[in-house]
């Protein structure tokens, strides 16, 4: 029989109706399933064919929390930070940390959106997919603060303006160093995201998300400059839901680990401890690419934005505070069977574990 013939017969068996005769009248649509045809099959990692399934009822309710942040980067009281309150070279240090900052927090929306896309492709459980998007918005508000802060400070800036003063024209180099090595993040990034089980682009993105909610808490605190301590505490709000996203995921995903995936969250631990570095603690060398000025000129700016009131915290105190982040991670992932890595440079003891530079997935 043919394969017609056989549906034709199928169909009859169903109960359904031949087609009409002629073309009088409209159909049933009874008829018209009689000659219904599959399309050709999905092609892997495409986002169709779309459904919204939820299977991790807590990302729900983290994305219901989300929907409104309590904040918006326009409504904080920009006015109160005037550039005639500094000196040049203070302006010139606080537009450079936030530039700094950006190659972080403003690499956020870009970063996130892409994964959201992923996530789209690989056919994510709809909360996975919403949480990415609620990510990626809350990435453009912290991105919005580096942007103002910078306009107001150094119109311009970080690189459209011409400094008076050396401090400033280094805070420019750095800056062109920085991005450098953030084009590097971004090339690695995006050449990793669709090679990781979200098992572990999700204990890459806690890494960075520990980070950044340290970082805030830290700064919020000690920052004199009223609009950015009330920055500071908005954006560390937003990355501690951003934290709790992770670790829904993470209970979800890492009980079911094999041994090659539990080593390649080892290399990517300390990986994120390379890369976050650039903004929690210094730069190390080994993924970062700096010419040797770099470090003398950025302990300058530093020095020089501390006493402007922005509250960077001493080398001393943000590698305490990296440490007890890292303590903290090291809590989550040692139940799951997986081994944390030597993070010698804080003090923190584990495996030694070689990472490609060009293979890195962390995120703030
Ligand atoms: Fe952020
Ligand atoms: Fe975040």
Redesign the pocket.
């Known amino acids: 029989m043919s394969t017609e013939a056989s549906k034709g017969a199928e169909a009859l068996a169903a109960g359904l109706k031949p087609p009409p005769l002629g073309a009088e009248g409209r159909p049933e649509p009874e008829q018209i399933l009689f000659g219904t045809t599959e399309p050709p099959p999905f092609p892997e990692h495409n986002i169709f064919p779309l459904q919204w399934t939820v299977e991790t009822a807590k990302l729900v309710d983290i994305y219901e929390a989300a929907r409104d942040p309590g904040w918006a980067p326009h409504l904080l009281e920009w006015e109160s930070l005037k550039k005639e309150s500094f000196s040049p070279d203070q302006r010139y240090a606080i537009a450079y940390w936030f530039a700094l900052l950006s190659v972080f927090d403003s690499s ?1 929306p870009a970063v996130f959106a892409r994964a959201m896309i992923h996530s789209y492709e690989t056919h994510e459980e709809d909360p996975v997919r919403k949480c990415f998007f609620s ?1 990626t918005r ?2 453009v508000n ?1 991105e919005e603060i580096c942007q103002r802060v910078i306009a107001r400070l150094t119109p311009g800036g970080p690189l459209g303006y011409t400094p008076e003063t050396a401090l400033g024209r280094l805070a420019q180099n750095n800056v062109r160093w920085y991005y450098h090595n953030g084009a590097r993040y971004w090339t690695g990034f995006k050449g990793s995201i669709g090679k990781y089980p979200l098992a572990i682009l999700f204990t890459s993105f806690l890494m ?2 520990l980070a ?1 909610a340290t970082l805030f808490h830290g700064m919020h605190l000690n920052t004199s400059i009223p609009v950015l301590a009330e920055a500071f505490r908005c954006i560390g709000k ?2 501690a839901r ?1 934290m709790g996203i992770c670790m829904a995921m993470i209970r979800k995903l890492l009980p079911a680990l094999d041994d090659e995936q539990r080593l390649m969250i080892t290399r990517q631990l300390r990986a994120g401890y390379v890369f976050l570095s650039g903004i929690l603690y210094e730069p190390p060398d080994q993924f970062w690419d700096l010419p040797e000025t770099f470090t003398p000129a950025h302990r300058l700016l530093e020095d020089c934005a501390r006493d402007a009131g922005l509250g960077v915290l001493s080398l001393e105190q943000r590698a305490e505070n990296w440490r007890a982040a890292v303590l903290r991670m090291k809590g989550v992932i040692e139940p799951y069977g997986i081994a944390f890595p030597a993070i010698p440079e804080i003090g923190i003891d584990g495996e030694t574990v070689a990472f490609d530079p060009d293979d890195i997935v962390p ?2």
């Open positions: 956020g990510v809350d990435e912290h960075g998300e950044a937003d990355e951003h995120v703030f």
